[in-house]
């Protein structure tokens, strides 16, 4: 093992003071900047940021996904130049009319 202290400094003190004003001042960076990340407030603010960056995709997702379905079911009841189809509307129209009824008859029968 060489041992590298050995080897004589050739800077003189003025800039072996200049280094080690240097260094301290880079070194209180460096711990203001350790201090700063590991500050509750700064931990917290990290952590919300990251929920609300996880909750905007989520979102964002879920609207593309709503809007594809939305898109799809007016494809089945609307034509691409945006005419109705009425050999589709008429149909679940009448469904959902039977439903409703059936839902009226049996809620009143419960009254009784």
Do not use: C, W
Not at 17 to 32: N, V
Not at 77 to 103: C, K, N, S, Y
């Amino acid at each position: 093992m060489s041992d590298t202290s050995s080897t004589p400094d050739t800077r003189t003190p003025a800039q072996i003071e200049a280094d080690i004003k240097r260094r301290r001042e880079t070194l209180a960076e460096t711990l203001d900047e350790i201090g700063v990340r590991v500050h509750p407030k700064t931990i917290v603010g990290d952590a919300k940021a990251k929920v609300a960056s996880s909750v905007d995709h989520t979102l964002g997702r879920a609207y593309v996904g709503v809007n594809r379905v939305v898109d799809d079911v007016k494809g089945q009841f609307v034509t691409e130049d945006g005419a109705p189809r009425l050999d589709r509307i008429v149909p679940v129209a009448l469904v959902v009319v039977g439903v409703v009824g059936l839902l009226t008859l049996g809620t009143r029968r419960r009254r009784r």
